[in-house]
């Protein structure tokens, strides 16, 4: 089973920057889908990005172009480049995979799916 532990969350103004973390322990995830989901206040999950055991990214509309998403499978570590963020980021953030599957996957985008996410990091971007 594998544990997500996400870091690097705050407050910044719109048109700052943030750099979110996750280090993952349990097991190695360099052949599993990893990647980013959020959850605003009274809004449902929404799928960020993610990333295959290849290397091919994929992003939401919402966030393409001012996101990145990178992963070191020799430092167990996802990690989120926010950049030119809005008030609409403000939100809680979960790094999840596709590994520890149990019963059902979140699923967005051509091919993105998560089992498995840590308790999130608050992100709050003020006008």
């Known amino acids: 089973q594998v544990q997500l532990v996400e870091s690097g969350g705050g407050s910044v103004q719109s048109g700052g920057s943030l750099t979110l973390s996750c280090a993952y322990s349990?097991?190695?995830?360099?052949?599993?889908?990893v990647g980013w989901w959020r959850q605003a206040t009274g809004k449902g999950r929404e799928g960020l990005a993610c990333m295959t055991k290849d290397g091919d990214t994929y992003f939401e509309d919402s966030v393409k172009g001012r996101f990145t998403l990178s992963r070191d499978n020799a430092q167990n570590t996802i990690t989120l480049q926010m950049n030119n963020l809005k008030p609409e980021d403000t939100a809680v953030y979960y790094c999840a995979t596709e590994a520890s599957y149990i019963a059902s996957y979140f699923r967005f985008g051509p091919a993105c799916r998560f089992a498995s996410w840590g308790q999130g990091t608050k992100v709050t971007v003020s006008p």
């Open positions: 349990g097991m190695p995830l360099d052949s599993f889908i």
